[in-house]
Every structure is written in structure tokens, then in C-alpha cells.
């Protein structure tokens, strides 16, 4: 069965960095399509991120310029560098594959003073 486990949440000052991950199994991960959501309190889930087999990725408004998506496709994994964060970046982070309702459980990522 498809699994998708995130990590690398945690608190961090505005203007810090993070790195979140996500492992896949069950899947021939290379074959997919891969992406990034958040949820803040009280709002959507919303897309940040995503890449395609190929690579090719692109980004929210929001957070272009700052976050960068990349895959490992001999580690079955994607990963989110999150850099300059933004209190309003806080929110749970999902892993999923971009073109089936698969999901990871989340991420908590706090940017607090």
C-alpha cells in the first residue's frame, strides 16, 4: 500500500530555514508526480510546491523565490527547503502525490519569535 511519511517540522525564528522530507513507499516513485500542501488554522489546504517525474516544478505565488522542491528518486523521496519563513508560512505541511488522493499525516511548521 501507498505510505507517505513526512518529516522535519518543528519551530523556527522568521527569517530561518527548514527542511522538510517525505518518504514514499509502495509505489515506483520515479513514475510519479509529487507535491507540497499546507493548511493554517481556519483556512484551506493549499498547494505550495510541486514536481513532475521529469523534475519540473513549480510554486505558489506565495512562496516562490523562497522554497525549493526537489526529489530523490533512489531514496523515494521529495523534500521542501524552506528558506526566509514568514510567521504566516506556520501551518501543517503534506506530502501527496500530485495526481492521486494519496497523503501523508503532516508536518507541523511554526514560524514564531
Known amino acids: 500500500q501507498v505510505q507517505l511519511v513526512e518529516s522535519g517540522g518543528g519551530l523556527v525564528q522568521p527569517g530561518g530555514s527548514l527542511r522538510l522530507s517525505c518518504a514514499a513507499s509502495?509505489?515506483?516513485?520515479?513514475?510519479?508526480?509529487m507535491a507540497w500542501y499546507r493548511q493554517a488554522p481556519g483556512k484551506q489546504r493549499e498547494l505550495v510546491a510541486a514536481?513532475?517525474?521529469?523534475?519540473?516544478?513549480n510554486y505558489a505565488d506565495s512562496v516562490s523565490g523562497r522554497f525549493t522542491i526537489s526529489r530523490d528518486n533512489g531514496k523515494n523521496a521529495v523534500y521542501l527547503q524552506m528558506n526566509s519563513l514568514k510567521p504566516e508560512d506556520t501551518a501543517v505541511y503534506y506530502c501527496?502525490?500530485?495526481?492521486?488522493?494519496?497523503w501523508g499525516q503532516g508536518t507541523q511548521v511554526t514560524v514564531s519569535s
Open positions: 501527496k502525490l500530485a495526481r492521486l488522493d494519496y
Open positions: 509502495g509505489i515506483i516513485f520515479k513514475l510519479y508526480a
Open positions: 514536481i513532475t517525474s521529469s523534475a519540473i516544478t
